[in-house]
């Protein structure tokens, strides 16, 4: 069965302050994993899909990599606005309709 | 603007009543998703659609159905037979086929008991 770990479950971090976020998954076969970002009361927004093992995708404060077993999501000096739930998802090969397994999420507050 | 757009917001079910929960898209994508998303939880899967007139079963489809007789519309009946449904519902879509591509979601319905 396809497993999708977050950690940690929340983070609080001082503005500038950068850090991680871990997915650690098991798949019988990895296509593709995802990251969204997520803002109370809202549907998940897009950030990166990462394909095979030492890929790595920037955009803006966030950086996605992707070993064979875990991803990272650094944010580089976060910024208030950067506050949200950050969700993982991983699409097995062979996974019939483009289906996900989502993990947890990791709720990040960044205080000014 | 294209975009996925779900109602109402906020929706409140009595014991042993169904009720339905609209989604619709247009963005021309063949695929639509239902998830369920409960407090710290990941999303769970309930029912997908590749493409009109055909769905399947997600990883928590019992108590709930849909119906796909239109491209753009993917609408949810949470039935009475659904005994836990308070929770955030969240539709997407995606264009279809077996690539690896993301998923568009619209905002969420957020159902209550009362």
């Known amino acids: 069965e396809d497993q999708v770990t977050q950690s940690p479950e929340a983070l609080r971090l001082q503005e500038g302050e950068s850090s991680s976020l871990n997915c650690s998954y098991t798949?019988?076969?990895?296509?593709?994993l995802f990251w969204y970002r997520q803002d109370p009361g809202k549907g998940p927004e897009f950030l990166f899909t990462?394909?095979?093992a030492g890929e790595e995708k920037e955009k803006e404060r966030l950086k996605a990599t992707l070993t064979k077993k875990e991803s990272f999501l650094h944010i580089t000096a976060p910024k208030p606005e950067d506050s949200a739930t950050y969700l993982c998802?991983?699409?097995?090969?062979?996974?019939?309709?483009?289906?996900?397994?989502f993990g947890g999420g990791t709720r990040v507050l960044v205080k000014p | 603007d294209g975009g996925i757009t779900q109602s109402p917001k906020y929706l409140f079910r009595k014991e042993g009543q169904n009720v339905t929960l609209s989604c619709e898209q247009n963005?021309?994508?063949?695929?639509m998703y239902w998830y369920r998303q409960d407090p710290g939880q990941g999303l769970r899967l309930i029912y997908y659609s590749q493409i009109v007139n055909d769905f399947q079963k997600g990883d928590i489809a019992e108590g709930y159905s849909v119906s796909r007789e239109k491209k753009e519309s993917f609408p949810l009946t949470v039935t009475s037979a659904q005994k836990n449904p308070t929770a955030f519902y969240l539709c997407?879509?995606?264009?279809?086929?077996?690539?690896?591509?993301?998923?568009?979601f619209g905002s969420g319905t957020q159902l209550s008991v009362l």
């Open positions: 998802a991983v699409q097995p090969r062979g996974a019939a309709g483009n289906k996900l397994t």
């Open positions: 798949v019988s076969g990895l296509r593709g």
């Open positions: 990462l394909y095979s």
């Open positions: 997407a879509s995606s264009h279809g086929g077996t690539t690896n591509e993301k998923l568009f």
């Open positions: 963005l021309n994508h063949d695929a």
